[in-house]
């Protein structure tokens, strides 16, 4: 059974101060592994696909890589509009449906 | 605004009511699911439809009844439903089922049962 797990549940980080969130994943063939930025109260936001290990994506002050047992989001210099839960995610087998962690509550404050 | 738009966004309903959720996709995908999201937990995935076809049920109650008339539009029909089923019930599309396929979520619908 694929599984996906999040640490921390929580972070709360000041303005600039930068740091990462990891996914570990356990899957039998791994086909991408996804992160999602989620406000309250809103649908999950695509933010990266990463297919292999060694892969890195970016975006603004976010950057994304992976290895053969886990991912890690990097926040630069965040701000208080990067405040969001990050949800961690994987395809596996033949299938595109998704298979999700708990997620990670963000919060920047000034 | 997304490519993936679920009405209503806000639903209370009694434990005896029908009542119906609805999901339109315009990015012209071809697959299209619901998930079930519930506080502290992960998200579920409840339904998956390909080209208008069901191909997986993800032992869901009957309770909760799929409908996909065409590959753009997907209802959720809720009957009978109990307070645990109190929820973000989220729509989502894709390319295909296809792995390798990003999936992209409506803003979900905030279901209460009181």
């Known amino acids: 059974e694929d599984q996906v797990t999040q640490s921390p549940e929580a972070l709360r980080l000041q303005e600039g101060e930068s740091s990462s969130l990891n996914c570990s994943y356990t899957?039998?063939?791994?086909?991408?592994l996804f992160w999602y930025r989620q406000d309250p109260g809103k649908g999950p936001e695509f933010l990266f696909t990463?297919?292999?290990a060694g892969e890195e994506k970016e975006k603004e002050r976010l950057k994304a890589t992976i290895t053969k047992k886990e991912s890690f989001l990097h926040i630069t210099a965040p701000k208080p509009e990067d405040s969001a839960t990050y949800l961690c995610?994987?395809?596996?087998?033949?299938?595109?449906?998704?298979?999700f962690g708990t997620g990670t509550r963000l919060q920047v404050t000034l | 605004e997304t490519g993936v738009t679920q009405t209503p966004r806000h639903l209370v309903m009694g434990m005896t009511n029908k009542k119906s959720l609805k999901c339109e996709q315009h990015?012209?995908?071809?697959?299209m699911y619901w998930y079930k999201q519930s506080a502290k937990k992960p998200l579920e995935l409840m339904f998956v439809?390909?080209?208008?076809?069901?191909?997986e049920n993800n032992s869901v109650p009957s309770r909760f009844s799929p409908e996909c008339p065409n590959s753009s539009h997907l209802f959720l029909h809720l009957h009978t439903l109990q307070p645990e089923d109190s929820a973000l019930y989220l729509c989502?599309?894709?390319?295909?089922?296809?792995?390798?396929?990003?999936?992209?979520f409506g803003e979900g619908s905030w279901l209460t049962v009181v």
């Open positions: 899957v039998s063939g791994l086909r991408g």
């Open positions: 989502a599309s894709s390319q295909d089922v296809n792995s390798g396929n990003t999936i992209y």
């Open positions: 990463l297919y292999s």
């Open positions: 995610a994987v395809q596996a087998g033949t299938a595109s449906k998704l298979t």
């Open positions: 990015l012209g995908h071809n697959a």
């Open positions: 439809y390909n080209f208008k076809e069901q191909t």
